[in-house]
C-alpha cells in the first residue's frame, strides 16, 4: 500500500461511510486500485493504530505526497527536478522520501507500520 496524496471530502469515507470528514487520504493498493479513505480508517489500515496521533501522522504524509505529485505535474520528471522536488518536499514534510518509476514517493508504508 502506498499514501498517493489528499482529496477534499467530495464523498463519504470509502471504509466506514463517515461523512464527517474534512479530507480524505487516496491510498493505492498492491493491485493498482485507489481507495478514499478518512485519516482515521488509513491510520487503522496503514499502521493498525486508530488514534489521532497516528491519523495527524498519516495526514501529513497524505499532504506531502500530494504536494510532491502537484510539483511533478508542474515540472516534470527529469532526474534533477525530481531530485530537487524529493529534497524541497523532504525539507518541508521530513518524511523519507524516494524516487521510482518517474514519481516522487513518500516513504512506502507496510500494513504492521513500518516505513
Do not use: W
Not at 471504509?15 to 487503522?44: M, P, W
Not at 505526497?65 to 521530513?94: C, M, N, P, W
Request: net charge positive.
Amino acid at each position: 500500500m502506498r499514501i498517493k496524496g489528499i482529496i477534499s471530502a467530495d464523498r463519504p469515507c470509502e471504509l466506514c461511510g463517515n461523512t464527517n470528514v474534512e479530507r480524505l487520504v487516496v491510498i493505492e493498493n498492491d493491485d493498482g486500485s485507489l481507495i478514499r479513505i478518512g485519516a482515521d480508517c488509513a491510520s487503522q489500515m496503514m499502521t493498525g493504530k486508530r488514534n489521532r496521533k497516528a491519523a495527524k501522522a498519516i495526514a501529513s504524509k497524505a499532504r506531502a505526497a500530494q504536494l510532491a505529485t502537484d510539483l511533478v505535474e508542474k515540472h516534470g520528471t527529469d532526474s534533477a527536478t525530481l531530485v530537487r522536488i524529493r529534497d524541497a518536499v523532504f525539507g518541508r514534510y521530513g518524511f523519507p522520501m524516494d524516487i521510482i518509476d518517474g514519481k516522487v514517493v513518500v516513504g512506502c508504508l507496510d500494513p504492521r507500520g513500518g516505513e
